[in-house]
């Protein structure tokens, strides 16, 4: 049975981990995990901000997907996208999910972040 999600895994080019380090450390306030030896040795970089982890893996031909995504909840959303644009990245905002104040971003590899919380109704 599954109990839960333990990351998810995303792509980047190879030597774009210092781009990546400064926009999910930076940008969204994550905190960088130690990969094993033996994964550290193939390149990119983990990140988590409580429960969440997303690793970002190289890969040769990387091309970032135009759909594919994870969604992140956040709280105080207002904010937290302002936080992204004061560090200069696009928030691109969303209606189409009822009951939630949604936007996108990409991070410099151009995958793509939706950032979403639930409205009281």
């Not at 781009?19 to 970089?45: I, Q």
């Not at 190289?58 to 996208?81: M, Q």
């Not at 004061?86 to 995958?111: E, I, K, T």
Request: charged content about 20%.
């Amino acid at each position: 049975m599954i109990a839960a999600v333990d990351h998810v895994q995303l792509a980047a080019l190879a030597g774009s981990e210092p781009a990546l380090r400064t926009y999910y450390v930076d940008v969204l306030g994550m905190t960088e995990l130690p990969k094993p030896p033996v994964l550290a040795a193939r390149g990119g970089c983990w990140f988590q901000a409580g429960p969440v982890q997303l690793h970002l893996g190289i890969e040769a031909d990387f091309r970032p997907a135009k759909k594919a995504h994870p969604g992140l909840r956040v709280t105080d959303i207002e904010t937290f996208a302002e936080r992204l644009e004061a560090h200069g990245a696009q928030v691109h905002w969303d209606v189409g999910l009822p009951g939630h104040r949604r936007f996108y971003s990409y991070d410099p590899a151009g995958n793509r972040l939706e950032f979403l919380e639930p409205v009281d109704r």
